[in-house]
């Protein structure tokens, strides 16, 4: 069945590094994929979205990448703020609309 | 343009109890999903309706069930409560398929 899964649960990172955020999926068939960010007390908000015919999109101050060969996605984030510590997803959208989501990453960045 | 406004925001309920929770989705989106979120299992998919048609559903056993309106707001139920059910339910609307989920801030469900 789909599944996509998140490589670290947890991530911690010093204020202005990149953060850098994994995601494993097994549906060779997907072919779009969406990152969400997830404040305390809120539901996921859209950052980026990729489809299946891109390898790299870029928005502001973050990049998505999908490596198709091996099944992989990433989410970077560049000069690292307090306001992105977060619980970040990666999800499949599959048949008919349906969004698979991973289990999530906690980013925590230290002043 | 208002975002996905899901009411109640907290409920406590008992166990054997049933609730309806509620979603208003953006002005225009015609797809609502719903959406469990727990620590142990993440998100998971509980339906989704487009035109007022259940057009897909996870696996989740028959007391949690859904409609849609013909404005496109939709609710959900959950009968016989179970102490398992205790989550938050998350709500996302969308223009339609291939297009990303806009969601609201959830309705947290405490089962006692």
């Known amino acids: 069945g789909e599944s996509v899964g998140l490589h670290l649960p947890t991530l911690s990172v010093q204020e202005g590094d990149n953060s850098i955020i994994n995601c494993a999926y097994s549906n060779s068939a997907s072919d779009y994929f969406i990152w969400y960010k997830q404040e305390s007390g809120k539901g996921p908000q859209f950052i980026i979205d990729?489809?299946?015919?891109?390898d790299k999109r870029q928005g502001q101050r973050v990049t998505v990448l999908l490596n198709k060969t091996v099944k992989h996605l990433s989410l970077q984030i560049a000069a690292t703020q307090p306001g992105d510590s977060a619980v970040y997803f990666c999800a499949e959208i599959g048949n008919a609309g349906k969004s698979t989501f991973g289990d999530g990453t906690t980013l925590t960045v230290k002043p | 343009k208002a975002g996905v406004t899901q009411t109640p925001r907290y409920l406590i309920k008992t166990r054997g109890q049933q609730v309806t929770l509620s979603c208003s989705p953006i002005s225009g989106h015609r797809s609502v999903s719903w959406y469990q979120q727990t620590p142990g299992q993440g998100l998971q998919f509980l339906f989704e309706?487009?035109?007022?048609?259940?057009?897909n559903k996870g696996n989740f056993p028959g007391r949690f069930s859904g409609r849609q309106f013909s404005n496109s707001r939709s609710e959900m139920n959950v009968s016989t409560l179970e102490l398992g059910d205790s989550a938050l339910y998350l709500c996302?609307?969308?223009?339609?398929?291939?297009?990303?989920?806009?969601f609201g801030n959830g309705t947290r469900l405490t089962v006692t």
């Open positions: 996302a609307s969308s223009l339609g398929s291939d297009t990303p989920l806009h």
């Open positions: 990729i489809r299946s015919n891109m």
């Open positions: 309706y487009f035109s007022e048609t259940q057009r």
